[in-house]
């Protein structure tokens, strides 16, 4: 079974900084897009931030030049480092690879960031 192994989450307060990682149980991953999706209270699952296998990066308007997406091809492991962070952060952290076929994502199990005095 296919696991997307993420850590990093906590609590940290307005300005803090925080990174989390995601780590594939299948090397073969390395070969696809990874990125980052959050999911607040009441809200939908958005887009965080993604990297291609050629380094493409892509970040939601609401984190460009805070937050940065980057991944250890050694490693195998997707990074999200998250600086300067609001309240409005606060959500569940979602780990992602997207395939070009079926089933076409796969998923970690979610990881929480809370941004609060």
């Known amino acids: 079974q296919v696991q997307l192994v993420e850590s990093g989450g906590g609590l940290v307060q307005p300005g803090g900084s925080l990174r989390l990682s995601c780590a594939p149980s299948?090397?073969?991953?390395?070969?696809?897009?990874m990125g980052w999706y959050r999911q607040g209270p009441g809200k939908q699952r958005d887009l965080v931030a993604h990297?291609?296998?050629?380094?493409?990066?892509i970040y939601a308007d609401s984190v460009k030049g805070r937050f940065t997406i980057s991944r250890d091809t050694a490693k195998n492991t997707v990074y999200l480092q998250m600086n300067s962070l609001k309240p409005e952060d606060t959500a569940v952290y979602f780990c992602?690879?997207?395939?070009?076929?079926?089933?076409?994502?796969?998923w970690g199990q979610g990881t929480q960031v809370t941004v609060s005095s």
């Open positions: 990297v291609t296998t050629d380094g493409k990066k």
């Open positions: 992602n690879v997207h395939l070009p076929g079926p089933p076409y994502d796969y």
């Open positions: 299948r090397r073969d991953f390395s070969l696809y897009t």
